[in-house]
């Protein structure tokens, strides 16, 4: 490997979304020589397509809002099962990286007194989302890309990492990282950095189903490398199905229909005209959501006297919702419900507010939504299961080695707040990119990167070129999305999630046989068949914890145990692999307890 490009760092930084960003800048500022390695072009992220806003308790609407309530409506929008830690980091400090974030140029819309505005959100008591329009995440990573270049922090984009490089064990537990693998897209030549602190930065997982909101780029590379590296995965079993996708024309169908449309006063109807929340709201929520459609539309202007409206229950209560009416016989046409805000507001406010969604449906799908109700229906969206991380510093299992964003757990236990993933990404992100700046500081002999595993990376990399006439990995990700789709979906049961890992063991062999075509110039048919190992890796741990768990919560849904359990209400599933077999495997772990002094928030409602 003689003609290999090498390259040296304090910290390098795996993913050019708002979390690998913000980490890179912390770990910059603290003094690191620090690198970011992303596998689109620099502004491609998936951040940039976050709509809504940030949620961070500034006040700026209601000052009756605060910290503790944030951390509140996010524990109980996780149903209880987020890392506590974690969510009250997040809520004391989402707001100071907003503020942040405006020092450093963002642009955010403002209130009649100057304010940043705020907007509702779905499980957020108070109007609480910093937002630009509908478009926030892309001034949230042309304001930290900007910072980021302009710090001369080194990008190398269009860089996809396979592999993570490790040093001799030194104790029990996994052996340290030591640096990372990966090829240049455009040219396949490989690449090798060598670092005492990697941090996975590189968001979800939602390729691995057929109907989702996210980009090309969503095959969970980072979940699939912790696990590799020796770290654990928790909350796999949770994964958010955003309610609103379009679902027409089919070129288009899962793209997101943001939960501002509700939030700035959009409602939910079935074919028969039937605003129909209102007969799907949980006895969990019974005391905090409107009964009447009177209250709940008076909500929006006097949120002290009027519950809120049911539409804006969290994610999973709307989107099971969503299901129920369509599997019902009372969808739409095209096989959704019918969203509607042409009725609700002015054609002025809508194109003000939602200029992005305006231009959507009237691109798309010809409808204008000033005029017309939108057709939505639920859509793959997020995964709340992660890397398990200190919630402190992110570090996981392996010393040395970080994860951040969407890549990470805990943080949103079964199911996420809209908006809280924007302002994860910024306190988590700051927090790691400095815990791993103090590592490599603290690092004075550096483990040296082993010839031996960069050798075993390259033929790993190289061999779907050894086969011909082998398995197609287009054909194998088809099938996968359709199974992950049908099987580990919305509404899961145990006949269905056992017969998906059946599935998942059945592409894993297809995919020991994989061959691809040409060479390694820029060549889409490899890159798959690199990204298809970590998919199936990852859906077999979402399906495999989905068996496992015998209730429902959050973003899991068992049709044949339809009750929340207390029992499980204190236990997370953890997903490793063992070291000998390399097969998955899952351990039952309690939950941290909370103190008691954040217990007392929870009695006050
Ligand atoms: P990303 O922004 O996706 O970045 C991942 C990075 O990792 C990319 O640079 C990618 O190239 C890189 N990468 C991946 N694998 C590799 C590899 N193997 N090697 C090298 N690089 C790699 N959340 C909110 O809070 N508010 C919202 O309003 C909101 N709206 C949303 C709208 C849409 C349409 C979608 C899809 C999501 C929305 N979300 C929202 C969720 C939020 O946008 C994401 O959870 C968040 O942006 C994830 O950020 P990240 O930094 O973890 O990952």
């Known amino acids: 490997s003689g003609g290999l490009e090498r390259h040296s760092y304090d910290v390098v930084v795996v993913g050019a979304g708002g979390a690998g960003l913000r980490a890179a800048i912390a770990a910059h500022d603290a003094g690191a020589r620090t690198a970011i390695v992303c596998k689109s072009l620099l502004g491609k992220a998936h951040t940039v397509m976050a709509e809504g806003g940030i949620a961070a308790a500034m006040g700026n609407r209601w000052p009756e809002d605060n910290w503790e309530v944030h951390f509140r409506d996010t524990m109980r929008g996780g149903k209880m099962l987020n890392n506590w830690r974690m969510a009250q980091l997040h809520a004391q400090e989402a707001p100071e990286r907003v503020m942040e974030l405006e020092d450093w140029g963002a642009l955010f819309d403002r209130t ?142 899962g793209l997101l229909v943001t939960e501002s449309v509700r939030g700035d006063g959009g409602i939910l109807k079935n074919s028969e005209g039937e605003r129909f929340m209102f007969d799907y709201i949980p006895e969990f929520f019974k005391a905090e959501t409107a009964d009447t459609v009177e209250e709940a539309d008076a909500w929006y ?48 406010f809508i194109r003000k507010r939602l200029p992005s969604m305006y231009h959507q449906f009237k691109e798309l799908a010809d409808v204008d939504i000033t005029k017309e109700p939108m057709e939505i229906g639920p859509t793959c969206h997020y995964v709340m299961g992660g890397v398990e991380v200190d919630p402190d510093t992110q ?129 889409p048919g490899w890159h798959l068949a690199l990204d298809l190992r970590n998919m199936l890796l990852v859906s077999e741990c979402i399906a495999t914890a989905a068996l496992e768990r015998t209730e429902s919560r959050g973003g899991h849904t068992r049709d044949d145990f339809p009750m929340t359990d207390d029992s499980w209400g204190a236990k997370n599933l953890v997903l490793r692999l063992d070291p000998e077999t390399r097969e998955v495997t899952l351990a039952h772990q309690e939950l941290p307890i909370m103190p008691d002094e954040l217990k007392t928030f929870f009695q006050a409602t």
């Open 395 to 523: 570090e996981s299992a392996v010393p040395g080695l970080y994860a951040v964003g969407e890549c990470s757990g805990g943080m949103h236990g079964s199911n996420r707040l809209g908006g809280n993933s924007l302002s994860d990404l910024l306190v988590f992100g700051r927090r790691a990119g400095d815990a791993a700046s103090a590592r490599a500081a603290g690092t004075t002999e550096r483990t040296p990167i082993s010839e031996d595993d960069v050798q075993a990376a390259q033929r790993e990399a190289l061999a779907p070129f050894e086969l011909e006439g082998g398995e197609n990995p287009y054909a194998i990700q088809g099938d996968l999305q359709q199974q992950m789709n049908d099987l580990v979906g919305i509404i899961r049961t145990r006949d269905e999630l056992t017969q998906a890992l059946k599935e998942v063991q059945g592409f894993k062999s297809r995919a020991e046989r994989l061959s691809v075509e040409g060479h390694r110039q820029y060549n």
């Open 112 to 253: 009649d007194d100057g304010l940043i505005s705020q907007r509702d959100f779905g499980g957020h008591k108070y109007a609480r989302l910093a937002h630009v329009g509908d478009r926030t995440g892309l001034e949230m990573i042309r304001t930290l890309q900007q910072r980021a270049v302009a710090l001369g922090i080194d990008v190398f984009m269009e860089c996809t990492i396979t592999e993570l490089l490790q040093g001799p064990a030194t104790g029990e537990g996994p052996a340290p990282v030591s640096g990372a693998f990966g090829y240049w897209r455009e040219t396949g030549r490989f690449v090798v950095f060598e670092a005492p602190s990697v941090v996975l930065a590189t968001g979800g997982i939602g390729k691995s189903f057929k109907v989702t909101s996210n980009s090309w780029e969503y095959t969970g590379d980072g979940h699939a490398l912790a696990l590799r590296a020796g770290a654990s995965l928790i909350n796999m079993e949770f994964v958010q199905f955003h309610p609103t996708g379009m679902v027409w024309p089919p070129s288009v169908k």
């Open 301 to 348: 202007e006097d949120k002290k006297n009027n519950r809120r409206p049911p539409e804006l229950l969290p994610r999973d209560e709307v989107a099971r919702a969503i299901n129920s009416e369509i599997k019902a016989g009372r969808g739409s046409p095209h096989g959704g419900v019918f969203l509607d805000i042409a009725s609700r507001r002015s054609p002025e």
